[in-house]
């Protein structure tokens, strides 16, 4: 059986998540490999969520959340942008592949680049294969 | 009738037999309380007298330092079947503590290390006695056996000990605090409003001027870590390193959300460099908990 990533995707409810929203109402194709959870902001990420996506079984963590400067609560993207620095810091020096970890800034109308990003990500993911966090 | 106790050393350094003895004048009153009928470094006790023990006549069984060999993980199972409860003590057992940052490596590149490779061990070959096995990664007590009680700390302090020893003498196992270590910091006073870090420094190679070392840029674990300690790093000027652990869940991560969130944030680059300059993310916010961390040892994921 060929490998299907399984990606669990953080999407913050103001931006990425309408995004996501927007892409499947324009009938916009993307793979079916993420699992999206909403959370209010991306602020709201603890680096906790994305260790315990990766221990549980998750290949890749995607984040999505509002452009710099879009957020509802004004500076919790910049909070999240932050934390996912030091986590990919941290994951490398766990010896998890740090492109497992993907933060990007999807706004509410940009339906076909979220289609775009997930797709872009499961290929990667796809092509460095499963991660064997309990190996 | 007197408690039965009995204290085992895992893979640790003894500082926490030692720091048994840290409760000064009050071992003497709990020596009139307990027994000890099992405490392989201080008294001469052999692993076939805990054996012909009947299962369950130890009243309380304390472990410290983690398991790293065959042999540590068969008297845990043992204790575990000898003993009413099994406490945790020690950072070592609870968490892994510093030795469990040998999860970072596999064992062989550890032998390499200690035996092989070594500057100070010339044509060095690695061991062939019959020594316990050395288990391919580093684990806690928990991960082996069922635990009743944990007491952190590298070694427990005095007053987290002292609680714990009157709630466990009496039958209770909520001895913990619930609040973090900037509770009773001494330098909480000079945090200010709003912590905002420009430059991350390094304890050594800074002049400590008596303010809260966040508010200075030096990484301190105080905000996410277990009060109880009476802050004596802090007042001894060293900052906080989290050796009681989180009070939920893993400090590090905890430590590491709210550090990167008081980073400055005005400017990307500068706030990558300054994320770039923390040096060895795992040994900073993970130094006691690295094996609750990498529980199954570093991830083969390099590609």
């Known amino acids: 059986m060929s490998f299907e990533p399984k990606i669990v995707a953080f999407l913050c409810n103001w931006c990425a998540y309408a995004g996501a929203d927007l892409a499947g109402v324009s009938r916009l194709k993307y793979p079916a490999n993420i699992i999206p959870i909403r959370v209010l902001c991306s602020g709201r990420i603890d680096p906790e969520f994305i260790l315990h996506a990766f221990r549980n079984g998750a290949d890749g963590v995607f984040i999505g959340g509002c452009h710099p400067g879009d957020c509802h609560y004004i500076k919790g993207n910049y909070h999240a942008r932050r934390r996912i620095l030091l986590t990919k810091k941290l994951l490398k020096e766990m010896g998890i592949n740090e492109k497992r970890l993907r933060l990007e800034w999807v706004s509410a109308t940009e339906g076909r680049k979220f289609a775009n990003v997930v797709s872009q990500f499961v290929e990667e993911i796809r092509q460095l294969g499963p991660l064997e966090a309990k190996k | 009738m007197k408690k039965k106790i009995a204290m085992y050393w895992g893979a640790g350094c003894g500082g926490c037999d030692v720091s048994l003895l840290g409760v000064h004048e009050k071992l003497l009153d709990l020596l009139g309380e307990v027994d000890i009928v099992f405490w392989p470094c201080a008294m001469d006790f052999k692993y076939e007298d805990l054996e012909k023990m009947e299962d369950g006549s130890i009243d309380i069984a304390f472990y410290n330092g983690a398991i790293r060999t065959s042999e540590n993980e068969e008297i845990a199972k043992l204790l575990r079947k000898k003993a009413k409860m099994l406490v945790a003590y020690g950072s070592c057992a609870t968490e892994g503590c510093v030795i469990g940052l040998a999860n970072l490596y596999a064992r062989e590149e550890i032998f390499d290390a200690i035996y092989l490779n070594n500057e100070t061990t010339p044509d060095g070959k690695i061991p062939s006695h019959e020594l316990p096995e050395f288990l391919p990664v580093l684990k806690t007590l928990d991960s ?12 427990p302090p005095k007053p987290v000990l002292e609680a714990a020893l009157n709630a466990l003498l009496n039958g209770k196992t909520d001895f ?49 870590t277990r009060a109880g300690c009476k802050a004596e790093c802090i007042t001894a000027s060293i900052p906080c390193t989290g050796c009681m652990g989180g009070v939920d869940g893993l400090s590090g991560v ?48 390099e590609s």
């Not at chain 2, 002049?207 to 070392?213: S, V």
């Open chain 2, 176 to 224: 913990l605090s619930n609040l973090a270590l900037c509770d009773e910091c001494p330098r909480r006073d000079s945090k200010p409003d709003k912590l905002e870090i420009n430059e991350i420094k390094r304890w050594h190679s800074s002049n400590d001027d008596g303010r809260c070392f966040l508010a200075q840029g030096i990484i301190c674990m105080g905000l996410a």
């Open chain 2, 144 to 155: 082996v056996v069922k635990v009743d009680a944990f007491i952190p700390g590298c070694p």
């Open chain 2, 254 to 301: 905890s430590a590491m959300s709210a550090i990167a969130s008081l980073i400055n944030g005005e400017d990307e680059e500068k706030e990558r460099k300054i994320i770039e300059s923390i040096e060895d993310v795992v040994g900073t916010f993970f130094k006691y908990s690295a094996a609750k961390l990498l529980p199954y040892g570093r991830v083969k994921d």
